[in-house]
């Protein structure tokens, strides 16, 4: 398997048109050509891929964040003052089931009819004492884990508990994308096991912002 740090901006597989070829898979092939698509990030978020070498490899991969033997954890800043209720900082959880907004691609929407189970886990990051992103205004470092892995989840998630990351051009308001130059969401954390040993493996990006 590869694991790849992903910029944001950089789409992670192809999109529609010649101008959109450029991305994440489309390099690792180019470098190893039998590097195979397992999962993704979305364009503006940034951090940690895995892709599998070959067929088989992707197979087992595949299955592992199926039983949900991978887990991913993220860092974000998301607009107001959040404050953790569970003593010692301990995870909190969003449970809002999550559909394709279809009128309105390729935004999703929580919706109590259409939607299907989603669930993310949150609590309190710390704040780093020197960070290279400027924002302005009252704002909320938190630690992300999603437990399913529905399109946009993180994102329509924070939104609808009122607190839309910073950046986000899809969700977030106006005054709150304008507090940040990207996204605010990054990837940090992926442990899986191992396609072919099935050793637990722990990979970390330090977060950009």
Request: proline letters at 10%; aromatic letters at 4%.
């Amino acid at each position: 398997m590869i694991v790849l740090d992903k910029p944001a901006g950089l789409l992670a597989v192809p999109g529609k048109g010649p101008d959109k070829q450029d991305c994440l898979s489309a390099r690792a092939q180019a470098r190893w050509p039998d590097a195979l698509v397992v999962h993704r990030l979305d364009m503006a978020t940034s951090g940690l891929v895995v892709m599998a070498r070959g067929l088989a490899a992707q197979r087992t991969l595949s299955q592992a964040f199926e039983t949900r033997q991978v887990h991913k954890r993220y860092t974000a800043v998301v607009a107001g003052t959040l404050n953790n209720p569970q003593p010692d900082n301990a995870w909190n959880t969003i449970d809002l089931p999550i559909t394709i907004d279809w009128p309105n691609r390729p935004r999703s929407i929580v919706s109590n009819e259409l939607g299907k189970p989603s669930m993310t886990r949150w609590r309190l990051a710390p704040t780093p004492t020197q960070s290279p992103t400027v924002h302005t205004g009252i704002a909320t470092r938190v630690e992300l884990e999603p437990v399913t892995g529905r399109t946009h989840q993180l994102r329509v998630h924070l939104q609808a508990i009122g607190h839309a990351i910073l950046g986000d051009a899809l969700y977030a308001a106006p005054e709150q994308q304008a507090q940040a130059p990207r996204l605010l969401l990054h990837a940090h954390h992926l442990a899986l096991p191992h396609p072919q040993t099935g050793a637990a493996m722990q990979f970390e990006s330090p977060c950009p912002f």
